[in-house]
């Protein structure tokens, strides 16, 4: 295949007229084959990697059903999101169990061109603060248990790619020093202080889930995790740009804080995403959407309805981020994050060629391409 005449994404996060060819299911230097695409008036972006959403679709991570995932991994790749990571919530043991070994399930079996490829797992509880619970169930919240991480690592046989974790609680830093090597720890659902997080980020911590929400703000005298992160430069932090989360001028001020080098764009999208308004639900609770806005009964926002490439649109459309640094954002900044990028997240001859074709005015998808196959 042959895709000619694209404004393209290169590696050195620019745009640059030319062809990209395709052998396979691989990006290459030339090739053979007679098929063309026309992508005149078109940006060739890599495929989105969303690496924390919980559902879509009517869908959750959460269901631990291949009828979930598969659902949703089929509405993300139609969206541009050609790899996912999904979110689990602060469950029981035995149901933690069960979404990191359907998430295996889908690995094994999944095969390129119908729905999205399963990267990771997120595990975003249950070793989080009571006090920045969220939307989290407080029933199944519990300090760090390594001996249970172990066994779900175990369960999903290596899938297991990030997991939060509030530092303050009783045994978080040698959950830090033991796990770190192998998953990258998400600083997030904390009351911590500056110099807590700034210990956990010395311990081996890496990455900060979803800023400026359920953590403590930014103040003269208190920085805490956001000051920590900051001055600690190894640090991802993740954020939302469904335009509910977080105000325009705080994803402009994040940018300028951290750089397009190393925020992450995240949807954390719910089950209501891609659904009409309505009652769902997220971790068992109960949840009302309206538009883009999902919360719970006493009011607090609860995950996101929004899919990864509207807040990438979102961010550029609305709040004034360039596209290139959007791009990064949403591509080969979350590959690193979880080791995928000699892979994915860049077009780059030997990489994977999961590749998506906006319209260069409105950013509408062209097409999709995963493992060089055109699914839409």
Not at 329 to 339: E, F, L, M
Request: charged residues 25%; aromatic residues 6%; glycine residues 8%.
């Amino acid at each position: 295949m042959i895709i000619k005449h694209a404004l393209v994404f290169t590696d050195d996060c620019k745009f640059t007229e030319k062809d990209i060819y395709i052998e396979g299911e691989r990006i290459a230097d030339a090739s053979s084959d007679a098929n063309a695409i026309d992508a005149s008036g078109c940006y060739l972006i890599p495929g989105l990697l969303d690496l924390h959403f919980h559902g879509c679709m009517g869908h959750d991570f959460c269901d631990a059903t291949q009828e979930a995932v598969t659902a949703m991994a089929e509405y993300e790749l139609k969206n541009g999101v050609t790899s996912i990571c999904p979110a689990s919530m602060t469950l029981s043991e035995d149901k933690l169990l069960r979404i990191c070994e359907n998430g295996k399930a889908y690995r094994d079996a999944w095969k390129p061109g119908k729905t999205a490829r399963l990267c990771g797992i997120n595990l975003e509880g249950p070793f989080i603060a009571m006090s920045k619970k969220g939307a989290q169930n407080p029933k199944y919240v519990i300090p760090p248990d390594s001996e249970a991480f172990q066994r779900f690592i175990d369960a999903a046989d290596g899938l297991v790619k990030l997991t939060t974790l509030a530092p303050e609680t009783e045994g978080a830093m040698d959950f830090i020093r033991r796990f770190s090597p192998n998953v990258r720890i998400s600083i997030g659902h904390t009351d911590c202080d500056y110099d807590t997080a700034k210990e956990a980020f010395l311990a081996g911590a890496s990455h900060m889930t979803h800023l400026f929400n359920a953590m403590p703000p930014f103040t003269h005298r208190k920085p805490a995790l956001i000051g920590a992160a900051f001055d600690s430069k190894k640090v991802t932090p993740e954020i939302i740009c469904d335009g509910i989360h977080i105000h325009p001028a705080s994803v402009r001020t994040a940018f300028a804080i951290f750089g397009d080098d190393r925020l992450i764009f995240i949807s954390d999208s719910m089950m209501a995403t891609g659904m009409p308004d309505g009652d769902y639900s997220l971790g068992g609770l109960d949840v009302t959407v309206t538009g883009r806005l999902a919360t719970l009964t006493d009011g607090t926002i609860a995950g996101s309805a929004t899919n990864l490439m509207d807040c990438l649109r979102t961010a550029v459309q609305d709040m004034e981020i360039p596209l290139e640094s959007a791009i990064k954002c949403a591509t080969i900044n979350p590959a690193r994050a979880i080791g995928e990028e000699k892979e994915y997240g860049s077009i780059t001859a030997g990489k994977y060629a999961d590749l998506v074709l906006l319209d260069k005015d409105s950013l509408a998808i062209r097409h999709v391409i995963s493992h060089g196959i055109v699914v839409s």
